[in-house]
């Protein structure tokens, strides 16, 4: 199973883009990286996935290396709000039906005034 | 993006009852559903994976005996924890996809079982 190490906690100014980077060099490759935040107290909030390409909705962008062993998610301007345990995932049995996602430890993100 | 809610979104206990936990898929059809443990200041840790209709396939260490699920359609699945014990207080938390192997897995908001 691939396995994904983020740094435990980062700041951020609030207002300015916030790089989150992940690294998971054993990947396979039909492994999606998934991301996922997850404020106290409540369930995960979906961010966004990608494979090989570069990704980005409403809430943010996803960097793949060209190797895939590593990303970054972008907040591109972090407000209070985004505070969180961000996790980045590679789900273990890639795009197949009985594909799960497996947490690590995720990193904190304090977003400051 | 699709609504998972989870109901009780709170429970307290006494040792020795039984806790039925319910998830269900608001807006999609939930083909498969997973439930996850959280304790305070660590990770989600999978319980199980269920699809519709049939029996949950349990990550290794977790008591299938202990922690009943039924995924008996495709929006509705519950956890039973059986004779609870204050070791099981902890913050459940369920996940739901459809069909689609690449698609997107919601989250329900959690329930926090406190056993006495």
């Known amino acids: 199973d691939a396995k994904t190490t983020q740094p435990p906690s980062m700041d951020c100014a609030e207002g300015r883009a916030a790089n989150l980077p992940c690294n998971h060099s054993t990947i396979s490759g039909n492994e999606y990286v998934y991301w996922y935040r997850q404020i106290h107290s409540q369930g995960p909030q979906y961010i966004i996935h990608?494979?090989?390409n570069n990704e980005t909705n409403e809430m943010a962008s996803l960097i793949i290396t060209e190797d895939r062993k590593s990303s970054t998610l972008i907040l591109p301007h972090a407000t209070l709000r985004d505070t969180a345990v961000y996790y980045c995932?590679?789900?273990?049995?890639?795009?197949?039906?009985?594909?799960?996602?497996?947490f690590g430890q995720g990193t904190t993100l304090q977003v400051k005034p | 993006g699709a609504v998972v809610s989870q109901h009780p979104s709170r429970v307290i206990c006494k040792s020795g009852t039984s806790v039925k936990i319910e998830c269900r898929s608001l807006d999609f059809q939930a083909t498969t559903m997973f439930w996850y443990r959280q304790f305070p200041k660590q990770s989600l840790m999978l319980m199980a994976t269920?699809?519709?209709?049939?029996?949950?396939?349990?990550e290794q260490g977790v008591e299938k005996d202990k922690f009943l699920i039924n995924h008996a359609s495709l929006t509705l699945s519950t956890l039973t924890v059986t004779s609870a014990h204050p070791e099981d207080s902890s913050f459940y938390i369920c996940?739901?996809?459809?069909?689609?192997?690449?698609?997107?897995?919601?989250f329900g908001p959690g329930t926090r079982l406190t056993v006495l």
């Open positions: 996940s739901a996809r459809d069909g689609q192997g690449t698609s997107e897995q919601f």
């Open positions: 995932i590679v789900r273990v049995g890639g795009s197949s039906n009985t594909g799960k996602l497996i």
């Open positions: 269920s699809n519709e209709g049939s029996k949950a396939t349990y």
């Open positions: 990608g494979l090989k």
